[in-house]
T-cell receptor, first 114, second 115 residues
Framework: GAVVSQHPSWVICKSGTSVKIECRSL??????MFWYRQFPKKSLMLMAT?????????EQGVEKDKFLINHASLTLSTLTVTSAHPEDSSFYIC??????????FGNGTRLTVT | DQQVKQNSPSLSVQEGRISILNCDYT??????FLWYKKYPAEGPTFLIS?????DKNEDGRFTVFLNKSAKHLSLHIVPSQPGDSAVYFC??????????????FGTGTRLLVSP
């Protein structure tokens, strides 16, 4: 069964609104979770590393004020796309893993901004 | 700068035959490599991994080969089955510097296994 749960699986929002995506580790504690973005027919691009109890670490070129990450507990990280625009439409995926195990991925969230 | 490359965007194989998916990397600090399988609108599913101290790792129908000097790895699936049809991503990490779990992904290869 799934060990990483991501919600919602798809969302449509209007331009200018904010959208929150949740990522939960179901049967393990994750001090670190990762957020990826995938454009059509492209690779998964790491956006940021979510650290429990501290600030997220963003990759170069990713706007931290646009993509707010909160990792308030050992089983939950959230990504909020603020003031969404059509160019933010994409497939967002989170991942988490135990300390020495391969990452497990959520099923992703398809965001469409109209 | 694409540090992990999968130069074949697609591959078609007949059922029962071997599928060979290739991956090249440029960062010599990469020390741990993984293959993931992905269906549309789903997250990637872990298949198999290999660390740089090995040159081969086998799990059932899946075998990963690593050639460190060539900075090349490959995934062999034998025998291939129609259910293997998916996009396969190669990924790498640099455990010593950026951590075991921070993965860099290739662009993926779409495998189609026909009956």
């Amino acid at each position: 069964g799934a060990v990483v749960s991501q919600h919602p699986s798809w969302v449509i929002c209007k331009s200018g609104t904010s959208v929150k995506i949740e990522c939960r580790s179901l049967d393990f504690q994750a001090t670190t979770m990762f957020w990826y973005r995938q454009f059509p027919k492209k690779s998964l691009m790491l956006m940021a590393t979510s650290n429990e109890g501290s600030k997220a670490t963003y990759e170069q070129g990713v706007e931290k004020d646009k993509f707010l990450i909160n990792h308030a507990s050992l089983t939950l990280s959230t990504l909020t796309v603020t003031s969404a625009h059509p160019e933010d439409s994409s497939f967002y995926i989170c991942s988490a893993g135990g300390s020495n195990s391969p990452l497990h991925f959520g099923n992703g969230t398809r965001l469409t901004v109209t | 700068d694409q540090q992990v490359k999968q130069n074949s965007p697609s591959l078609s194989v007949q059922e029962g035959r071997i599928s060979i998916l290739n991956c090249d990397y440029t960062n010599s600090m990469f020390d741990y490599f993984l293959w993931y399988k992905k269906y549309p609108a789903e997250g990637p599913t872990f298949l198999i991994s290999i660390s740089s101290i090995k040159d081969k790792n086998e799990d059932g129908r899946f075998t990963v080969f690593l050639n460190k000097s060539a900075k090349h790895l490959s995934l062999h699936i034998v025998p291939s089955q129609p259910g293997d049809s998916a996009v396969y991503f190669c990924a790498a990490s640099d455990p010593m510097n950026t951590g075991f779990q921070k993965l860099v992904f290739g662009t993926g290869t779409r495998l189609l296994v026909s009956p």
